[in-house]
């Protein structure tokens, strides 16, 4: 019963503070933590112990593999060097740095224990990197940057502590230092691959999106514990599972089974991330009650909490931009300052850091003062960078994603899909196949593109585009067979099984209409930009587009037709100005299959983007 009573607190609890810092747009992370600071103090709480086994082996699996499915492993590619530069070269950086400058506060905690404690506080947090930066709009860049680092992070600063540790109660060497890492990567990504191109062939023959979805829960602790059992590092072994599951998904999964796991990861995403910052504040009394034992001073406690907290914010500024003035003095291209600086701020740890602390031995002297120290670091880096970050970014001026520009990319991708599959049908068509069919299947494919061209016009006049009254009026058809739904069900006149199937045929056409942009994975398959397509169309290339609009603001051959027209498209060779393909006469497309003049630009206020139809190409 305690514990049964415990779970539903958190989770209520997780569930009231997010909703608040949401309306108030405030930091969520910092407010669980402060919320769970003032709940710890209330009589009659329950005293939730934060061990390093339940953070280790409950937590952290699962929060990574969920970090890394929906990571780019192509991005990874791409990144890996400054992302190693960040995951290993900055944590020893700064875990030796933090612990000579513990060293030398605290004379009395050995040097092995002061680096521990560089150790712990030495890496950034998956959980605390990623929440702050969706909700700052960083650059994609940056965001993937700071996700590569903190996805593995995680793996040098354990193997630096586990190596810290040993080093107290003994000597270790260099070359055992060195061993000790290169079996915990080489056993890490091993034990991953394997599991990960296992589990890709299993998922490939699970039909039952149940059932796929439940496998998929256990991949996390399936690659952590072989990978800790060789000495190897369950971290790397989970994230690359995480990472081979993510980019062999579309090939190895089915539709429903993808939606499947999709939601239910993000469900399970939130609860453990959003419990785990309310964990962390509920530490503070325990830690507070076992520093109340310490004989060091008062004063040395608070220089050295300070100390410890200033120090991984300034290594941090320290590393990143040495390393660009490296790199320009080498010659190679280096991030500008402006991206440094924010890469820099971006540092908050999180809840590895805590428990990571709560692993260092008993006997170290000092031990809660240190951990006391740990917890400043996370609740300070929270506090000075989560909540000023945004104002960073804002002051730098750094491009946050442009919602035009992936409306715009995710246009030009489903035409080229549709195409595809308009090619397609007409390979397999048979001749019995129904015209009715076949042309309904092609319309279906044009709506849906025609859907995505729509979104680019949302600065014009139009109030309504043909796919939002679709939506609107099929919403309301809905609403009205729902309500006869309830009423046969009330009546008894239909079998459970029965009501059931419709039911969730309702639902299924219901969810589609009312589908959210997915903004975290149209980030893991970024498109081609426009410049790139520019230079591979010789029409986008040649295109001046000088010709003065034959109208300023109409279709003139819908007024002659007497139709109506969503958007306006500008012929870029003579002026001509047509109506777009969500119209209902597409005078632009036909006035392109009319001349041949291949290249047309939105005519909507403040859009600028470019279609050639003889390529099929965007710019």
Avoid at 43 to 69: D, K, W
Avoid at 188 to 200: D, E, M, T, Y
Avoid at 326 to 354: E, F, K, N, Q
């Amino acid at each position: 019963m305690e514990v049964a009573a415990a779970i539903a607190g958190l989770v209520l609890g997780v569930l009231l503070v997010t909703a608040a810092a949401k309306r108030l747009n405030w930091s969520a992370p910092l407010c669980l933590v402060i919320a769970g600071v003032a709940v710890s103090y209330l009589p009659g709480v329950p005293e939730y112990e934060l061990t390093p086994e339940v953070v280790l082996l409950g937590l952290l699996p699962p929060l990574l593999y969920a970090t890394a499915i929906r990571s780019s492993l192509v991005d990874f590619r791409v990144n890996r060097s400054p992302i190693a530069l960040l995951s290993v070269g900055l944590v020893v950086f700064s875990t030796l740095g933090i612990g000579v400058l513990v060293w030398l506060i605290v004379p009395d905690v050995p040097l092995a224990a002061a680096i521990a404690l560089g150790a712990v506080v030495a890496p950034p947090d998956a959980v605390a990197t990623t929440a702050v930066a969706r909700r700052v709009g960083l650059p994609r860049k940056v965001v993937r940057l700071l996700e590569g680092e903190s996805l593995f992070n995680d793996a040098t600063a354990l193997v630096a502590l586990r190596t810290a540790i040993a080093a107290i109660g003994g000597s270790v060497t260099v070359l055992q230092a060195g061993g000790d890492f290169l079996l915990a990567v080489a056993g890490g990504v091993l034990v991953g691959a394997v599991v990960g191109l296992v589990a890709g062939m299993i998922r490939t023959r699970l039909e039952d999106p149940v059932a796929d979805t439940a496998f998929s829960f256990v991949l996390p602790f399936l690659a952590y514990l072989p990978a800790e059992l060789i000495h190897g590092s369950g971290v790397l072994a989970v994230v690359t599972t995480g990472l081979i599951v993510g980019y062999r998904s579309p090939t190895m999964l089915s539709g429903p089974s993808r939606l499947a796991s999709r939601l239910n990861w993000q469900t399970v995403q939130f609860l453990l991330e959003n419990m785990v910052f309310l964990l962390i504040g509920l530490q503070l009394k325990r830690i507070l009650t076992e520093v109340g034992r310490s004989n060091l001073a008062g004063s040395t406690i608070v220089l050295t909490c300070v100390a410890v907290l200033a120090g991984v914010i300034l290594l941090r500024f320290v590393w990143m931009f040495a390393i660009g003035v490296l790199r320009r003095i080498a010659g190679v291209h280096a991030w500008p300052w402006r991206y440094t600086t924010v890469l820099s701020w971006a540092g908050m740890r999180g809840v590895v850091t805590l428990a990571a602390a709560f692993a260092l031995p008993t006997g170290i002297p000092h031990r809660a003062v240190l951990v006391l120290a740990a917890f400043v670091v996370v609740a300070g880096t929270l506090l000075v960078q989560g909540t000023t970050l945004p104002a960073l970014v804002r002051r730098l001026r750094l491009p946050a994603p442009d919602p035009a520009e992936d409306a715009l990319q995710e246009a030009a991708m489903l035409d080229e899909l549709s195409q595809a599959a308009l090619d397609r049908l007409e390979q397999v068509r048979k001749p019995t196949d129904s015209d009715d069919v076949v042309q309904r299947l092609r319309e279906r494919v044009r709506t849906r593109a025609d859907a995505a061209w729509e979104q680019l016009g949302r600065q014009s006049a139009v109030a309504e585009t043909p796919s939002d009254a679709y939506r609107r009026l099929r919403l309301e058809m809905l609403d009205a067979e729902r309500d006869t739904f309830l009423a046969v069900r009330a009546a008894r006149r239909v079998d459970d099984v029965v009501l059931a199937r419709v039911l969730a045929r309702l639902d299924i056409e219901e969810s589609m209409l009312d589908r959210a942009r997915d903004e975290e994975a149209a980030a893991d398959r970024e498109l081609r930009t426009p410049a790139a397509t520019a230079r591979s169309c010789e029409h986008l290339a040649s295109a001046r587009g000088d010709a003065s609009p034959d109208s300023p603001d109409t279709c003139l051959d819908c007024i002659a037709e007497g139709s109506e027209w969503v958007h306006l498209r500008l012929c870029l060779l003579c002026g001509h100005v047509g109506c777009c393909d969500s119209s209902p006469r597409r005078h632009a497309t036909r006035h392109f299959h009319r001349t041949g003049h291949p290249v047309i630009r939105s005519f909507e206020p403040g859009e600028t983007w470019r279609w050639c139809y003889v390529d099929q190409q965007l710019g």
